[in-house]
């Protein structure tokens, strides 16, 4: 707008955001649809049975990790480099993605049949990493048949249910953080010593505490920090899967997801910050609680810094399966890595 009358400003329009290229996954000998295999740990054809290795390296904790800066943040490539329909869940309100053309009719965060698709948008940062699925589906399912058949206090139906047959594979987006935490801390310390007192004609010995003020430094490194990207899945749950070995980190490729589902984050870099920072800060205090040489604590304080902080955006993977009983619905999940298996059943 001009701020002299009569005068007109002219500016160059900006540049159009062009979308990042897209790639599909065909076949190069029969054209159909080929996936990622967790099995074969490579991409196969499930119509005349072949199979390419993918590309990306692993790079395991030598992963880059990012400044909290506009500029990195304005340079990081968007979308997911590949063709991705958004489906969008009527009943429990979850938005996944899966690969152009599949079909989709049940939500694997609730069971619903009542899902929306459309095409994905480009407005999220690329992933820079995953780790890609090594736990196949039959494995899920032996895992599961065998976790809902223990417990004498479930009941015994749990056993014959062939809900937990549609496991399905998702990638869940985490953001990784990185830090330095400088803590200071003041409290008053109490030391015991027994003194011995005369009272009522005979020598007793009775404990005394004895306090001081007092103050130390604790440094504090936060080390691969996982923040769940949004709010869909437990994170109660989600914390049972860990750990997740980080050393098996690989650059991110579209065609690890090929045949998969995965989510987009809806947490923001800073807001999931600011959640990292909130248990960053109770490891320290913890960490300064242990470097007082003493169980009688009152009157503690802390002062943390935060130095050297850093970021990654990656994906890890998970199976979801969701099982109705007597009207509920429950809910299991397994490290798509490790084999872990997390979740609820009735109680009988």
Wanted: with cysteine.
């Amino acid at each position: 707008p001009s701020q002299v009358p009569g005068i007109e400003v002219y500016a160059p329009l900006p540049p159009e955001e062009q979308a990042p290229e897209a790639t599909t996954f065909r076949c190069p000998q029969c054209a159909g649809v080929i996936a990622y295999s967790a099995g074969d740990r490579q991409l196969a054809c499930p119509y005349c049975g072949y199979k390419q290795e993918v590309g990306a390296p692993r790079v395991g904790l030598s992963a880059e990790r990012f400044e909290f800066t506009l500029e990195t943040l304005g340079s990081s490539e968007k979308g997911w480099g590949t063709e991705r329909q958004e489906i969008h869940c009527q009943s429990c309100q979850a938005i996944y993605t899966q690969g152009g053309g599949e079909l989709s009719t049940t939500c694997p965060f609730c069971g619903s049949h009542r899902v929306a698709g459309q095409a994905a948008l480009h407005e999220h940062i690329r992933p820079g990493y995953l780790i890609p699925f090594v736990v196949d589906a039959e494995r899920c399912r032996a895992e599961a048949r065998a976790w809902l058949s223990r417990g004498w206090m479930h009941p015994p139906a749990l056993r014959r249910t062939g809900a937990v047959d549609r496991f399905t594979g998702l990638y869940l987006p985490f953001w990784v953080f990185d830090a330095r935490i400088e803590a200071q801390w003041k409290a008053e310390v109490g030391y015991e010593r027994e003194e011995r007192r005369y009272r009522d004609g005979e020598w007793e010995t009775e404990t005394v505490i004895d306090w001081r003020w007092e103050s130390g430094h604790v440094r504090h490194p936060v080390d691969h920090l996982l923040v769940y990207g949004t709010e869909t899945v437990s994170t109660t749950l989600l914390e049972r899967l860990y750990p997740y070995d980080l050393q098996a980190l690989t650059a991110y490729d579209p065609a690890y997801l090929a045949g998969w589902q995965a989510q987009a984050y809806d947490m923001q870099l800073q807001e999931a910050w600011d959640v990292g920072k909130g248990r960053s800060r109770e490891q320290a205090r913890q960490a300064c609680r242990a470097d007082i040489p003493s169980a009688h604590v009152r009157n503690f304080s802390m002062t943390a810094e935060f130095e050297d902080e850093r970021w990654r955006y990656v994906l890890l993977p998970v199976y979801l399966a969701t099982y109705g009983y007597r009207g509920k619905t429950y809910q299991l999940m397994v490290n798509g890595q490790t084999g872990a298996l997390a979740g609820y059943k009735p109680v009988d």
